[in-house]
């Protein structure tokens, strides 16, 4: 069983379109994130969720949301795609704030 | 200054020789320190976690922490090819939650 899932593995989109990637996690951990790697491999936290509440919002664009159902799922919806979107997204989960992360295997996103 | 710093290498170690990876950070309340080991198109794995200054051995690798010195660095004995990767330092703050990364150092171990 995978402990953080995320799919899908790879999107390829148009810009100006809205997607989403999910994000599960059976690890029973409280705290849940979005990772964002460019291409020079700079990992940059997105968001953080902690019991389902949002606990750290970096200064990334308004297009992106992150909305979680549960405290097992994390999802990211990102609206009016734009070229420099492209990179690799993680998902990512710990028991706590502040203990180790388990990462998911990452969506590939390219936008064309 | 970046919150967390790392050589981004290549840093080229014969098989069999120790490699010695460093990382630098700039917050001093910073409480948990991590190395994660990242293959190419892969995602980040833990390798190791430390929490208090000195080291902390577990099989090939240690991890060492000096919180004065704001330095956490990670050896890896008997280096192996498949040792080859990129190495990640993460720090986090016990406020909040500020898992922040270096950009990573890439090790290449020469048979």
């Known amino acids: 069983d995978t402990a953080v899932s995320q799919t899908p593995k790879y999107l390829v989109t148009q810009m100006g379109n809205d997607k989403s990637i999910k994000c599960e996690q059976n690890l029973g951990h409280d705290t849940m994130y979005w990772y964002k790697q460019d291409s020079k491999k700079f990992l940059k936290i997105m968001f953080s969720y902690n019991n389902k509440e949002l606990i750290i919002n970096e200064t990334v664009p308004n297009r992106f949301s992150p909305k979680s159902p549960d405290k097992a799922h994390l999802n990211l919806h990102i609206n009016s795609l734009e070229l420099g979107d492209s990179a690799v997204y993680f998902c990512?989960?710990?028991?706590?704030?502040?203990?180790?992360?388990?990462f998911g295997q990452g969506t590939r996103l390219t936008v064309v | 200054q970046k919150e967390v710093e790392q050589n981004s290498g290549p840093l080229s170690v014969p098989e069999g020789a120790i490699a010695s990876l460093n990382c630098t950070y700039s917050d001093r309340v910073s409480q948990s320190f991590f190395w994660y080991r990242q293959y190419s198109g892969k995602s980040p794995e833990l390798i190791m976690s430390?929490?208090?200054?000195g080291d902390k051995e577990d099989g090939r690798f240690t991890a060492q922490l000096n919180k004065a010195s704001q330095y956490v660095s990670l050896l890896i004995r008997d280096s192996q090819p498949s040792d080859s990767a990129t190495y990640l330092c993460?720090?986090?703050?016990?406020?909040?939650?500020?898992?922040?990364f270096g950009g990573g150092t890439r090790l290449m171990v020469k048979p």
């Open positions: 993460a720090v986090s703050r016990n406020a909040g939650n500020m898992l922040t």
């Open positions: 990512a989960s710990s028991l706590r704030v502040n203990t180790e992360a388990f």
């Open positions: 430390i929490y208090s200054n």
